[in-house]
């Protein structure tokens, strides 16, 4: 009977990892770190993974919280075939060694023994069995592609997920079941990312990200709406003579805003001479949006990032003397503002200066440096946004734009109703948001059994 393990540690937005068997074969769908929490408490429970040989391990994106532990599960299955397409095939390798950099870092910092997790050798090694597999079409869990007529005993196909560059959901099948885990997904178009493609169902088991749950979606309030609001708000920034931060993921939305931004400045919404920067990794992603271009599902395939935006490149060596400059936008990492990161390093430049703003473009948790600023600055209170600089005034204007790469609630729930699965798992999720979805699925999907699976359990469908 196939069943399924959920490896992370709490039900919530962690590291995610989940221990599939299906039909004879053990499949680990990502091996994400914890974006909170630090040492072996980052990492995903991997031992109820341990006690068999993994086949094969599904990769759906390269964001650190799918990915950031790859390399430790390969370590422990070093047989085990790792399948992701090809854009997370090139996404993945600066992701996982830029992760060994923090790590190494954080280990004299925070004192943290066990880092890093892995080495770059160890990533080097492990990539050894990655292997990018086209989109849309069926592959055997030995990697070999499979024309639609081909028998087979258990097959997989990679759907375009709309979240970032790469990113897809995972479809398996037997002669008479079908699995869908859908990564993290996003059911609007974004600026250079597409909706997501859909399969149709019916489905035997649905694994589906629950981000949004909590969030009902505004009437009214579209992406394009959004977009305008921002350009008006860098436009009035500008005009009393400052400057922007923009804290950001270095991969997924350092593109998406650098492009819309890119095109308010052609269309004349913000001043042609505006200035945009970006971090080191920012441009290395950029660049793999570029390399990869051609065999991505991305609009405006014809616009070279890096070519035609021409952002400059954030010089960290010179931070001690960073002044902020009137009308440039700096689009610096981490989105979160975690401490020691280059948004967080220069904040303390904007956020005495009136004519100054910062302005947040995605999620931010409630406990990280940027939750605290969002929340200090609605409080009318100072800040501290690293310990060791103390806190801080804020006189420069805090605002935060919702520009999301996960589908909202209402797509969510209809694409799963659509999808009419009799098995729903619903995991990557904090407890309201899992909770709305557990309750509103049954009200219009009576039979589905839906159910969130607790860590370590395991649960036979
Ligand atoms: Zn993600």
Redesign the pocket.
Known sequence: MPSLINLTRDNEIGANCYCLDFHRQRIVLDAGMHPKRAGNDATPNLSPAASHRTDAIFLT?A?L??AGCLPLLQLTQPDARVFMSPPTFHLAEPLLFNSVNVMKRQREELNISEYPLFTRRDVQETMKKWQACPLNRWWSLNGEPLADSDKYTLRFRLHHAG??LG?VMVELQTADRRILYT??ICLHNQTLMMSAALPPGPFDLLIVETTRGAQPTERGITRGLIEQELIAAIRTTFQRGGAVLMPIFAL?KTQELITLLHQAMRRGDLPADTVLHIGGLGKVFTRIYDETADFSERAHRDLELMRDIRPQIFDLRKIAKFKPKKKHLYLLPSGMMAENTTSNLIAGHFLPHEENSIYFVGYSDPDSPAGRLRRAAADGERVTLNPRHGDHPIRSEVRHFDFT?HANRENLLNFIISAAPKNIALVHGDTDALAWFQQEIPRQLPAANVFIPAPGQRIEF
């Open positions: 994106h964001h919280d799918h979240h970032i990113s990564g993290d997924g790469s």
